[in-house]
Protein backbone atom coordinates (compact mmCIF):
# COMPACT_ATOMS: atom_id res chain seq x y z
CA UNK A 1 0.00 0.00 0.00
CA UNK A 2 0.83 3.59 -1.08
CA UNK A 3 0.52 6.48 1.36
CA UNK A 4 1.08 9.78 -0.72
CA UNK A 5 2.22 12.51 1.80
CA UNK A 6 3.28 12.65 5.30
CA UNK A 7 -0.05 14.35 6.47
CA UNK A 8 -2.14 11.15 5.04
CA UNK A 9 0.29 9.21 7.05
CA UNK A 10 -0.74 10.66 10.07
CA UNK A 11 -4.18 10.29 9.84
CA UNK A 12 -3.52 6.64 8.64
CA UNK A 13 -1.40 6.10 11.86
CA UNK A 14 -3.61 7.66 13.88
CA UNK A 15 -6.68 5.14 13.54
CA UNK A 16 -4.38 2.07 14.18
CA UNK A 17 -3.26 0.92 17.69
CA UNK A 18 0.15 0.24 17.76
CA UNK A 19 2.02 -0.70 21.15
CA UNK A 20 4.82 1.22 20.88
CA UNK A 21 6.11 2.97 17.91
CA UNK A 22 10.17 3.15 16.66
CA UNK A 23 12.15 4.70 14.10
CA UNK A 24 15.07 3.99 12.83
CA UNK A 25 17.14 6.01 10.71
CA UNK A 26 20.18 7.28 10.46
CA UNK A 27 21.85 11.05 10.77
CA UNK A 28 21.33 12.22 7.49
CA UNK A 29 17.53 11.30 7.47
CA UNK A 30 17.44 12.50 10.87
CA UNK A 31 19.07 15.54 10.50
CA UNK A 32 17.34 16.50 7.13
CA UNK A 33 13.52 14.62 7.34
CA UNK A 34 12.34 14.56 11.06
CA UNK A 35 11.48 17.99 10.87
CA UNK A 36 9.26 17.52 8.20
CA UNK A 37 8.17 14.65 10.00
CA UNK A 38 7.84 16.99 13.44
CA UNK A 39 5.60 19.37 11.64
CA UNK A 40 3.02 16.78 10.72
CA UNK A 41 3.57 15.78 14.59
CA UNK A 42 3.84 12.78 13.92
CA UNK A 43 5.49 10.54 15.72
CA UNK A 44 6.36 9.91 19.54
CA UNK A 45 8.38 7.05 20.06
CA UNK A 46 11.69 5.40 20.23
CA UNK A 47 14.57 6.56 17.64
CA UNK A 48 17.15 4.26 17.01
CA UNK A 49 19.93 5.91 14.57
CA UNK A 50 21.99 3.28 12.50
CA UNK A 51 25.65 4.67 10.97
CA UNK A 52 25.52 6.07 7.72
CA UNK A 53 26.13 4.21 4.40
CA UNK A 54 26.31 0.95 2.96
CA UNK A 55 29.28 -0.50 5.55
CA UNK A 56 26.74 -0.23 8.38
CA UNK A 57 24.08 -2.20 6.53
CA UNK A 58 25.17 -5.53 8.21
CA UNK A 59 25.21 -8.00 10.81
CA UNK A 60 26.42 -5.93 13.98
CA UNK A 61 24.34 -3.24 13.20
CA UNK A 62 21.33 -5.57 13.37
CA UNK A 63 22.30 -6.82 16.34
CA UNK A 64 22.62 -3.44 17.95
CA UNK A 65 19.13 -2.61 17.03
CA UNK A 66 17.52 -6.46 18.07
CA UNK A 67 19.20 -5.64 21.41
CA UNK A 68 17.68 -1.96 21.64
CA UNK A 69 14.03 -3.31 20.89
CA UNK A 70 14.77 -6.28 23.31
CA UNK A 71 15.87 -3.72 26.27
CA UNK A 72 13.09 -1.35 25.44
CA UNK A 73 10.85 -4.29 25.64
CA UNK A 74 9.32 -3.51 22.28
CA UNK A 75 6.91 -6.34 21.22
CA UNK A 76 4.97 -8.00 18.50
CA UNK A 77 2.48 -5.44 18.34
CA UNK A 78 4.06 -2.66 18.45
CA UNK A 79 5.22 -0.67 14.89
CA UNK A 80 9.02 0.08 13.25
CA UNK A 81 9.19 2.96 10.96
CA UNK A 82 12.10 2.40 8.56
CA UNK A 83 12.70 6.39 7.51
CA UNK A 84 16.08 6.78 5.52
CA UNK A 85 16.85 6.08 2.04
CA UNK A 86 17.85 2.47 0.97
CA UNK A 87 20.55 1.32 3.44
CA UNK A 88 18.06 1.92 6.48
CA UNK A 89 14.48 0.47 4.40
CA UNK A 90 16.51 -2.84 4.01
CA UNK A 91 18.30 -2.72 7.16
CA UNK A 92 15.35 -1.80 9.24
CA UNK A 93 13.24 -4.02 7.10
CA UNK A 94 14.96 -6.69 7.56
CA UNK A 95 15.48 -6.36 11.88
CA UNK A 96 11.85 -5.81 11.72
CA UNK A 97 10.84 -8.86 9.95
CA UNK A 98 13.17 -11.04 11.88
CA UNK A 99 12.53 -9.67 15.67
CA UNK A 100 9.93 -12.02 17.37
CA UNK A 101 9.21 -13.52 14.11
CA UNK A 102 8.45 -10.63 12.64
CA UNK A 103 6.91 -7.03 13.63
CA UNK A 104 4.82 -4.49 11.41
CA UNK A 105 6.97 -2.01 9.45
CA UNK A 106 6.30 0.84 7.54
CA UNK A 107 8.82 2.67 4.64
CA UNK A 108 9.25 6.26 4.58
CA UNK A 109 11.84 6.30 1.72
CA UNK A 110 13.89 9.87 1.89
CA UNK A 111 16.14 8.95 -1.34
CA UNK A 112 14.96 8.64 -4.76
CA UNK A 113 16.62 5.87 -5.28
CA UNK A 114 14.25 4.56 -2.11
CA UNK A 115 11.02 6.15 -3.42
CA UNK A 116 11.39 4.30 -6.68
CA UNK A 117 13.24 1.43 -5.97
CA UNK A 118 14.46 0.05 -2.46
CA UNK A 119 11.35 0.82 -0.65
CA UNK A 120 8.86 -1.14 -2.47
CA UNK A 121 9.04 -4.67 -3.78
CA UNK A 122 8.95 -6.44 -0.37
CA UNK A 123 13.09 -7.26 -0.45
CA UNK A 124 15.07 -6.46 2.80
CA UNK A 125 18.33 -7.25 3.90
CA UNK A 126 21.98 -6.68 4.92
CA UNK A 127 25.34 -7.42 3.15
CA UNK A 128 27.72 -10.08 4.97
CA UNK A 129 31.00 -10.56 4.15
CA UNK A 130 32.05 -9.21 0.78
CA UNK A 131 28.66 -10.03 -0.69
CA UNK A 132 26.22 -7.63 -0.96
CA UNK A 133 22.81 -7.84 0.12
CA UNK A 134 23.19 -11.89 0.78
CA UNK A 135 21.31 -12.29 4.09
CA UNK A 136 17.59 -11.06 3.89
CA UNK A 137 13.37 -11.65 3.74
CA UNK A 138 10.67 -11.68 1.16
CA UNK A 139 8.53 -9.01 3.42
CA UNK A 140 5.93 -6.79 3.11
CA UNK A 141 6.24 -3.19 4.88
CA UNK A 142 2.13 -2.61 6.19
CA UNK A 143 2.58 0.69 4.02
CA UNK A 144 5.20 2.74 1.67
CA UNK A 145 4.92 6.57 2.45
CA UNK A 146 5.94 9.01 -0.50
CA UNK A 147 6.48 12.34 -0.20
CA UNK A 148 8.90 14.39 -2.67
CA UNK A 149 9.49 16.96 -0.02
CA UNK A 150 12.39 14.65 1.66
CA UNK A 151 14.28 15.15 -1.60
CA UNK A 152 14.66 18.53 -1.20
CA UNK A 153 17.72 18.05 1.33
CA UNK A 154 19.30 14.95 -1.34
CA UNK A 155 22.55 15.67 -2.76
CA UNK A 156 22.47 15.89 -6.12
CA UNK A 157 24.95 12.65 -6.48
CA UNK A 158 21.73 10.58 -4.90
CA UNK A 159 19.28 12.41 -6.91
CA UNK A 160 21.23 11.10 -9.75
CA UNK A 161 21.61 7.69 -8.27
CA UNK A 162 17.53 7.52 -8.29
CA UNK A 163 17.33 8.54 -11.64
CA UNK A 164 19.38 5.69 -12.87
CA UNK A 165 16.25 3.62 -11.89
CA UNK A 166 13.67 6.22 -13.25
CA UNK A 167 15.54 5.87 -16.80
CA UNK A 168 15.74 1.70 -15.91
CA UNK A 169 11.75 1.96 -16.09
CA UNK A 170 11.44 3.90 -19.18
CA UNK A 171 13.38 2.08 -21.01
CA UNK A 172 11.86 -1.18 -19.76
CA UNK A 173 8.61 -0.46 -19.53
CA UNK A 174 7.74 3.19 -20.75
CA UNK A 175 9.11 4.77 -24.08
CA UNK A 176 7.64 8.46 -23.33
CA UNK A 177 8.82 8.37 -20.05
CA UNK A 178 12.13 7.48 -20.92
CA UNK A 179 12.50 10.69 -24.07
CA UNK A 180 10.67 12.64 -21.17
CA UNK A 181 13.65 12.66 -18.47
CA UNK A 182 16.02 15.34 -19.47
CA UNK A 183 17.17 17.02 -16.09
CA UNK A 184 17.97 15.43 -12.55
CA UNK A 185 15.40 17.99 -11.15
CA UNK A 186 12.61 15.60 -13.01
CA UNK A 187 13.21 13.22 -10.35
CA UNK A 188 11.78 15.81 -8.29
CA UNK A 189 8.53 15.33 -10.15
CA UNK A 190 5.47 13.77 -8.49
CA UNK A 191 4.45 12.04 -11.00
CA UNK A 192 7.55 10.67 -12.69
CA UNK A 193 8.10 9.21 -9.14
CA UNK A 194 3.79 8.01 -9.23
CA UNK A 195 4.38 6.27 -12.52
CA UNK A 196 8.04 4.24 -11.86
CA UNK A 197 6.06 2.82 -8.25
CA UNK A 198 3.37 1.65 -10.47
CA UNK A 199 5.88 0.08 -12.91
CA UNK A 200 7.72 -1.21 -10.07
CA UNK A 201 4.30 -2.58 -8.09
CA UNK A 202 2.64 -4.14 -11.11
CA UNK A 203 5.85 -6.14 -12.06
CA UNK A 204 6.38 -7.42 -8.29
CA UNK A 205 2.55 -8.22 -7.67
CA UNK A 206 2.65 -10.53 -11.17
CA UNK A 207 6.11 -11.90 -9.87
CA UNK A 208 6.93 -11.75 -6.30
CA UNK A 209 9.15 -14.30 -6.30
CA UNK A 210 11.73 -13.08 -9.39
CA UNK A 211 10.51 -16.38 -10.97
CA UNK A 212 9.65 -14.46 -14.16
CA UNK A 213 9.09 -10.71 -15.57
CA UNK A 214 10.52 -9.57 -12.58
CA UNK A 215 14.02 -9.77 -13.55
CA UNK A 216 13.61 -7.23 -16.18
CA UNK A 217 13.71 -4.68 -13.44
CA UNK A 218 17.23 -6.17 -13.49
CA UNK A 219 18.17 -4.60 -17.07
CA UNK A 220 21.11 -2.94 -16.69
CA UNK A 221 22.46 -4.26 -12.71
CA UNK A 222 24.39 -7.10 -13.85
CA UNK A 223 27.15 -4.95 -15.41
CA UNK A 224 26.24 -2.00 -13.20
CA UNK A 225 26.39 -3.78 -9.25
CA UNK A 226 29.89 -5.55 -10.83
CA UNK A 227 31.04 -1.87 -11.51
CA UNK A 228 29.66 -0.66 -8.04
CA UNK A 229 31.16 -3.39 -6.48
CA UNK A 230 34.59 -3.00 -8.03
CA UNK A 231 34.72 0.34 -7.90
CA UNK A 232 33.93 -0.11 -3.79
CA UNK A 233 36.56 -2.21 -3.35
CA UNK A 234 38.70 -0.17 -5.08
CA UNK A 235 38.33 2.67 -2.55
CA UNK A 236 36.24 4.84 -5.51
CA UNK A 237 32.81 4.04 -4.36
CA UNK A 238 29.70 4.97 -6.77
CA UNK A 239 26.12 5.31 -6.37
CA UNK A 240 24.12 2.46 -7.20
CA UNK A 241 22.01 4.23 -9.46
CA UNK A 242 25.03 5.93 -11.26
CA UNK A 243 26.93 2.27 -12.00
CA UNK A 244 23.31 1.19 -13.35
CA UNK A 245 23.12 3.84 -15.71
CA UNK A 246 26.56 2.96 -17.61
CA UNK A 247 25.71 -0.68 -16.98
CA UNK A 248 22.64 0.26 -19.10
CA UNK A 249 24.66 1.68 -21.69
CA UNK A 250 26.67 -1.52 -21.81
CA UNK A 251 23.66 -3.79 -21.88
CA UNK A 252 22.06 -1.86 -24.65
CA UNK A 253 25.22 -2.37 -26.94
CA UNK A 254 24.48 -6.69 -25.85
CA UNK A 255 21.02 -5.95 -26.58
CA UNK A 256 21.74 -4.87 -30.11
CA UNK A 257 24.09 -7.85 -30.38
CA UNK A 258 21.55 -10.42 -28.83
CA UNK A 259 17.85 -8.75 -29.07
CA UNK A 260 17.74 -6.77 -32.26
CA UNK A 261 17.64 -3.89 -30.33
CA UNK A 262 18.29 -0.52 -32.53
CA UNK A 263 18.70 2.41 -29.89
CA UNK A 264 21.84 1.99 -28.33
CA UNK A 265 22.60 5.47 -29.43
CA UNK A 266 19.65 7.10 -27.74
CA UNK A 267 20.24 5.00 -24.65
CA UNK A 268 24.46 6.31 -24.89
CA UNK A 269 23.67 9.83 -25.56
CA UNK A 270 20.75 10.24 -22.72
CA UNK A 271 23.10 8.45 -20.11
CA UNK A 272 26.18 10.52 -21.16
CA UNK A 273 24.06 13.92 -20.88
CA UNK A 274 22.66 13.20 -17.80
CA UNK A 275 25.76 10.92 -15.83
CA UNK A 276 29.49 12.25 -15.02
CA UNK A 277 31.66 9.69 -15.92
CA UNK A 278 33.45 6.80 -13.44
CA UNK A 279 36.98 7.11 -13.05
CA UNK A 280 36.98 3.23 -12.85
CA UNK A 281 35.45 3.27 -16.42
CA UNK A 282 39.35 4.53 -17.95
CA UNK A 283 40.46 1.15 -16.10
CA UNK A 284 42.63 -0.66 -18.31
CA UNK A 285 41.60 -4.06 -17.13
CA UNK A 286 38.20 -3.26 -16.64
CA UNK A 287 36.60 -5.70 -18.48
CA UNK A 288 38.66 -8.62 -16.78
CA UNK A 289 37.39 -7.09 -13.16
CA UNK A 290 34.07 -7.62 -14.13
CA UNK A 291 34.12 -10.74 -15.50
CA UNK A 292 34.91 -11.88 -12.14
CA UNK A 293 32.52 -10.11 -10.61
CA UNK A 294 29.70 -11.74 -12.97
CA UNK A 295 30.99 -15.06 -11.71
CA UNK A 296 29.36 -13.71 -8.10
CA UNK A 297 26.36 -13.07 -9.32
CA UNK A 298 23.03 -13.99 -7.91
CA UNK A 299 21.43 -14.50 -11.29
CA UNK A 300 24.63 -16.83 -12.15
CA UNK A 301 23.76 -20.41 -12.75
CA UNK A 302 26.08 -22.94 -14.62
CA UNK A 303 28.23 -20.06 -15.79
CA UNK A 304 25.14 -18.16 -17.77
CA UNK A 305 23.97 -15.25 -16.56
CA UNK A 306 20.15 -14.77 -16.66
CA UNK A 307 19.04 -11.61 -17.57
CA UNK A 308 16.63 -9.14 -19.33
CA UNK A 309 17.72 -6.72 -22.43
CA UNK A 310 15.75 -4.40 -24.73
CA UNK A 311 13.90 -5.37 -27.47
CA UNK A 312 13.18 -1.96 -28.11
CA UNK A 313 12.86 1.58 -26.25
CA UNK A 314 10.11 0.51 -23.29
CA UNK A 315 9.76 -3.01 -23.82
CA UNK A 316 12.42 -5.20 -22.16
CA UNK A 317 12.98 -8.67 -22.90
CA UNK A 318 13.43 -11.49 -20.09
CA UNK A 319 15.04 -15.08 -20.52
CA UNK A 320 18.41 -14.48 -21.56
CA UNK A 321 21.52 -16.74 -20.82
CA UNK A 322 24.30 -14.89 -20.93
CA UNK A 323 28.15 -15.83 -20.81
CA UNK A 324 29.77 -13.69 -18.75
CA UNK A 325 32.28 -12.82 -21.55
CA UNK A 326 29.40 -11.14 -23.37
CA UNK A 327 28.81 -8.69 -20.37
CA UNK A 328 33.06 -8.14 -20.45
CA UNK A 329 33.33 -7.74 -23.80
CA UNK A 330 29.79 -4.88 -24.06
CA UNK A 331 32.32 -3.00 -21.09
CA UNK A 332 35.06 -2.95 -23.63
CA UNK A 333 32.85 -1.35 -25.96
CA UNK A 334 31.61 1.20 -23.37
CA UNK A 335 35.37 1.71 -22.62
CA UNK A 336 36.25 2.29 -26.53
CA UNK A 337 33.01 4.54 -27.03
CA UNK A 338 34.22 7.23 -24.51
CA UNK A 339 37.48 6.82 -25.53
CA UNK A 340 36.74 7.96 -29.12
N1 LIG B 1 15.42 -3.81 -1.43
C1 LIG B 1 15.52 -3.49 -2.70
O1 LIG B 1 14.73 -3.94 -3.54
C2 LIG B 1 16.61 -2.55 -3.14
C3 LIG B 1 16.61 -2.03 -4.44
C4 LIG B 1 17.60 -1.12 -4.78
C5 LIG B 1 18.59 -0.75 -3.87
N2 LIG B 1 18.55 -1.31 -2.63
C6 LIG B 1 19.58 -0.93 -1.65
O2 LIG B 1 19.45 0.45 -1.38
C7 LIG B 1 20.71 0.95 -0.93
C8 LIG B 1 21.01 2.25 -1.61
O3 LIG B 1 19.99 3.16 -1.26
P1 LIG B 1 20.22 4.73 -1.30
O4 LIG B 1 20.80 5.10 -2.61
O5 LIG B 1 18.96 5.38 -0.89
O6 LIG B 1 21.43 4.92 -0.26
P2 LIG B 1 21.50 5.43 1.25
O7 LIG B 1 20.42 4.87 2.06
O8 LIG B 1 22.90 5.17 1.68
O9 LIG B 1 21.26 7.00 1.12
C9 LIG B 1 22.18 7.77 0.37
C10 LIG B 1 22.70 8.95 1.20
O10 LIG B 1 21.69 9.94 1.33
C11 LIG B 1 21.53 10.28 2.72
N3 LIG B 1 20.15 10.72 2.84
C12 LIG B 1 19.03 9.96 2.89
N4 LIG B 1 17.95 10.73 2.81
C13 LIG B 1 18.37 12.01 2.76
C14 LIG B 1 17.70 13.26 2.62
N5 LIG B 1 16.38 13.34 2.46
N6 LIG B 1 18.47 14.38 2.59
C15 LIG B 1 19.83 14.30 2.66
N7 LIG B 1 20.51 13.15 2.74
C16 LIG B 1 19.77 12.02 2.78
C17 LIG B 1 21.91 9.03 3.45
O11 LIG B 1 22.28 9.29 4.79
C18 LIG B 1 23.10 8.57 2.61
O12 LIG B 1 24.25 9.31 2.97
C19 LIG B 1 21.73 -0.13 -1.20
O13 LIG B 1 22.07 -0.77 0.00
C20 LIG B 1 20.99 -1.10 -2.12
O14 LIG B 1 21.44 -2.43 -1.97
C21 LIG B 1 17.59 -2.18 -2.25
Request: glycine share 10%.
Amino acid sequence: MVIHGIATFKQWLEQKHFTKIVVIGDANGFAHCLPHVHQVGIIEGLWLEVGVGEKHKELETCSWLWQQLMEKEVDRSALIINLGGGVVTDLGGFVASTYKRGVSFVNVPTTLLGMVDAAIGHKTGINFGEAKNQVGTMSAPLAVVIDPIFLASLPNMELLSGLGELIKYGLIADAPLFHALGSIEMGKDQTVIARCIDIKMAITKEDPNEKGVRRMLNYGHSVGHALEAHAYHLGQPIPHGVAVAWGMVAEAHLSEKLAGFADTDLVWNKINHLFPIPEILYQADLARAIGSYLTQDKKNSSGLIQSALLYKIGQGKIGFNIEKEDFSSSVSWLQQRLLA
